[in-house]
């Protein structure tokens, strides 16, 4: 899931030398490569969700995840976190309502959509989210230009041939998708509010936090309903995963990318995602890829990346 803060406006690389020329610094190429780590980091967690939909029931993948991440940032977060109990008390509902979108709501969805629709195209619809982003940069006063605009639109018509097949109907997978891609963008138009004085660990450890809290009604209902599951290697390695690599880990490598490259230039990378889980869920779960869903990445990828072009 992506973090932007808004009070990034200027970076080292976009400053010009004497000769006119932007200046390339070590930070550029560390941003750039924490973006990539998180992006292929994120892009397995929808092979695992995937993967683990016909053992392990939605929410409670969701809930251990949440716990596993916890356990993870408490070391580093929890004393942090103390220290600026007064401002996380007086920032409580916004604190609130980015837990629930981007750990209650968000991952839930995604997992619900991982128990019958593919994994590729589950990283296709969430390549779309940015349609979402610029709706609310535009209904906040930014002006969209003809090539962002044309670039919404072809992603939004690569999201509709995809999920919507031969015409016919979307399929449950494909919607639960689409609802958690739109959780996501209004999630990530939510974080450029961030308030300040906040750290990005103490953020990261209350949201965590408050979000597994709010998921406990959700999984109390499914263990009374559906039961537990099996521990095995099947199982519990796959939680590993999304708890320590999707979330602590990669959470914390973007959020020190955006900090280095800024939100655009991170978000960029965040494109390459569809290409990624298709590829990865090629190798790992054997799903097929065919013309039709190649032509969707395609036109979904151009979309994407007209979209975070400069305004015209």
Request: proline share 5%; net charge positive; aromatic share 8%.
């Amino acid at each position: 899931m992506a973090i932007a803060d808004r009070r990034t406006t200027t970076h080292p690389a976009d400053t010009p030398t004497p000769t006119g020329r932007p200046r390339t610094t070590t930070p550029v190429a560390i941003g750039l490569a924490l973006a990539v780590l998180a992006t292929l980091v994120w892009s397995g967690s929808f092979v695992t969700s995937r993967a683990l939909g016909d053992s392990v029931p939605p929410v409670q993948h969701a809930f251990w995840r949440w716990v596993i991440a916890l356990a993870v940032v408490a070391p580093f977060g929890a004393r942090r976190a103390w220290r600026q109990r007064a401002l996380v008390r007086r920032h409580l509902g916004f604190v609130l309502l980015a837990s629930l979108l981007g750990v209650t709501v968000y991952n839930t969805l995604v997992n619900q959509a991982g128990v019958t629709t593919p994994a590729a195209n589950m990283g296709m619809i969430m390549a779309a989210s940015p349609v979402l982003m610029a709706v609310y940069e535009r209904a906040g006063g930014v002006r969209l230009g003809a090539r962002r605009i044309t670039g919404l639109l072809l992603a939004c018509a690569g999201v509709l041939l995809l999920v919507g097949g031969d015409g016919a109907s979307f399929s449950a997978g494909d919607l639960w998708m689409i609802a958690a891609a739109c959780c996501f963008g209004s999630y990530s138009a939510l974080l450029r509010r961030r308030p300040d004085g906040l750290d990005g660990v103490t953020f990261l450890f209350t949201t965590f936090l408050f979000g597994t809290v709010l998921l406990l009604p959700a999984q109390g209902v499914s263990l009374a309903v559906q039961g537990g599951f099996d521990l095995t290697a099947g199982t519990v390695l796959p939680l590993l995963y999304v708890g320590v690599a999707s979330s602590a880990v990669a959470f914390f490598a973007w959020n020190k990318a955006v900090s280095l490259i800024g939100p655009s230039r991170a978000g960029v990378v965040y494109y390459l995602q569809p290409v990624c889980v298709a590829l990865l869920s090629w190798v790992l779960l054997a799903e097929p890829t065919g013309w039709a869903q190649a032509g969707c990445m395609v036109l979904i990828l151009t979309g994407v990346v007209l979209g975070a072009g400069a305004r015209r």
